[in-house]
């Protein structure tokens, strides 16, 4: 297994635009969770699935933002009519909820530039 | 409200020298602590997981210390190498929750 993968890695678009980012958890981890980072700043939570099911949203997820993971294993993150507050590094994480202490696995992550 | 505060916010050391970075919460209920490591434009990668029980953990030139009673963390790095270059950053689960709570991490730079 080679670990998270995200895609693109990186985005450059215009403000007002849409924009799509792909995560690839490690196989057969059951959560999910995404994250947006900004530069000099520790990683904050979006949002979390476990399996299919979406069980968590931080505040900071707004109605601009939406997330999936149609059938329990990759997931989607879109911000629509992207603003340049969005500029930031969005990563994925993946665990096992089985495992021991759970540990979370990260991407490389994405980074957007909202122009 | 559960916080994690690190410092320095920055760091520059020679190759070979040794650092400590430090870490303070206010988590409960308190699960466990992990040291990340971050390289520029990468995702963070685990260094040490401690739980409440342990205080000191080794990984490489990496020891982790914690002291559950005042709340505080530290991560020493001996030997410092150029590739120790990297944001580290100090996380706490709480517990039963699967949110991670992030401090904003101290900046390292080690300079030949």
Same mark, same amino acid.
């Given at each position: 297994?080679?670990?998270? !993968?995200?895609?693109? #890695?990186?985005?450059?678009?215009? #403000?007002?635009?849409?924009?799509?980012?792909?995560?690839?958890?490690? &196989?057969?981890?059951?959560?999910?969770?995404?994250?947006?980072?900004?530069?000099?700043?520790?990683?904050?939570?979006?949002?979390?699935?476990?399996?299919?099911?979406? %069980?968590?949203? !931080? #505040?900071?997820?707004?109605?601009?933002?939406?997330?999936?993971?149609?059938?329990? &294993?990759?997931?989607?993150?879109?911000?629509?009519?992207?603003?340049?507050?969005? !500029?930031?590094?969005?990563?994925?994480?993946?665990?096992? &909820? %089985?495992?021991?202490?759970?540990?979370?696995?990260?991407?490389?992550?994405? #980074?957007?530039?909202?122009? | =409200?559960?916080?994690?505060?690190?410092?320095?916010?920055?760091?520059?050391?020679?190759?070979?020298? *040794?650092?400590?970075?430090?870490?303070?919460?206010?988590?409960?209920?308190?699960? *466990?602590?992990?040291?990340?490591?971050?390289?520029?434009?990468?995702?963070?990668?685990?260094?040490?997981?401690?739980?409440?029980?342990?205080?000191?953990? $080794?990984?490489?030139?990496?020891? /982790?210390?914690?002291?559950?009673?005042? =709340?505080?963390? +530290?991560?020493?790095?001996?030997? +410092?190498?150029?590739?120790? +270059? /990297? $944001?580290?950053?100090?996380?706490?689960?709480?517990?039963?929750? *699967? =949110?991670?709570?992030?401090? /904003?991490?101290?900046?390292?730079?080690?300079?030949?």
């Amino acid at each position: 297994d080679t670990g998270v !993968s995200q895609d693109p #890695r990186h985005k450059i678009t215009k #403000r007002g635009q849409n924009v799509t980012f792909r995560c690839d958890p490690i &196989s057969e981890h059951n959560r999910l969770y995404w994250y947006r980072q900004t530069l000099g700043q520790g990683p904050e939570f979006l949002t979390y699935f476990q399996n299919e099911a979406q %069980l968590e949203k !931080s #505040r900071l997820l707004s109605d601009r933002f939406s997330a999936e993971r149609p059938k329990g &294993s990759f997931s989607t993150l879109e911000i629509q009519r992207t603003e340049q507050g969005d !500029s930031a590094m969005y990563l994925c994480a993946s665990s096992d &909820s %089985l495992a021991e202490n759970n540990e979370q696995f990260f991407g490389p992550g994405t #980074r957007l530039t909202v122009l | =409200k559960n916080q994690v505060e690190q410092s320095p916010q920055s760091l520059i050391i020679l190759e070979g020298k *040794n650092c400590t970075l430090q870490c303070n919460y206010t988590v409960s209920p308190f699960s *466990n602590l992990r040291w990340y490591k971050q390289d520029t434009g990468r995702g963070p990668v685990s260094l040490t997981i401690m739980t409440f029980s342990e205080n000191t953990k $080794s990984n490489g030139r990496y020891t /982790a210390t914690l002291d559950a009673d005042t =709340k505080q963390s +530290s991560l020493h790095i001996t030997a +410092s190498q150029l590739s120790d +270059s /990297a $944001s580290y950053i100090c996380v706490v689960r709480s517990g039963g929750y *699967n =949110k991670l709570i992030f401090g /904003a991490g101290t900046r390292l730079a080690v300079h030949p």
